[in-house]
C-alpha cells in the first residue's frame, strides 16, 4: 500500500509559479516511480510528467517541458512538481499517482499507475 497526500495548489495569475507536494507513505519511497497527472473540466486525465524512484529518469509532456520540473526529496518521501510560466490552459486538477513496477515504456496511460493522490486545483487566471 501506497498513500499519497497532495498539496500547493491554489489560484495564480498567468506568468506566474506555483509547487506542488505529493507527500507519500507505506512502502520504500526509491522503489516506485512518480507521476504526475492532470484533469480539466469536461477532458480526460493527461499525463504531466514522471519520475523514476531515484529520480535520474524523468519524463514530461511536450506542452510542459521546460516549464514544469519534478523532484524528488527522499529524506521527506516527497515529490514535487515545479511549475513556472503558468497558462490559463494548465488550469486543471493536479494529481500524483504511483508506478509500483517503475517507468517502463507505458508511463503515460493512466491505468499504469497503482496509487493516486487525491488531487490538488490549480487555476491560472489570464
Known amino acids: 500500500q501506497v498513500q499519497l497526500v497532495e498539496s500547493g495548489g491554489g489560484l495564480v495569475q498567468a506568468g506566474g509559479s506555483l509547487r506542488l507536494s505529493c507527500a507519500a507513505s507505506?512502502?520504500?519511497?526509491?522503489?516506485?516511480?512518480m507521476g504526475w497527472f492532470r484533469q480539466a473540466p469536461g477532458k480526460e486525465r493527461e499525463f504531466v510528467g514522471v519520475?523514476?524512484?531515484?529520480?535520474?529518469?524523468?519524463y514530461y509532456q511536450d506542452s510542459v517541458k521546460g516549464r514544469f520540473t519534478i523532484s524528488r526529496d527522499s529524506a521527506k518521501n516527497t515529490v514535487y512538481l515545479q511549475m513556472n510560466s503558468l497558462k490559463p490552459e494548465d488550469t486543471a486538477v493536479y494529481y500524483c499517482?504511483?508506478?509500483?513496477?517503475?517507468?517502463?515504456?507505458?508511463?503515460?496511460?493512466?491505468?499504469?499507475?497503482?496509487?493516486w493522490g487525491q488531487g490538488t486545483q490549480v487555476t491560472v487566471s489570464s
Open positions: 499517482a504511483a508506478n509500483l513496477g517503475g517507468i517502463g515504456g507505458s508511463y503515460r496511460i493512466t491505468d499504469n499507475y497503482d496509487y
Open positions: 507505506g512502502r520504500p519511497f526509491s522503489s516506485y516511480a
Open positions: 519520475s523514476s524512484g531515484i529520480g535520474m529518469t524523468k
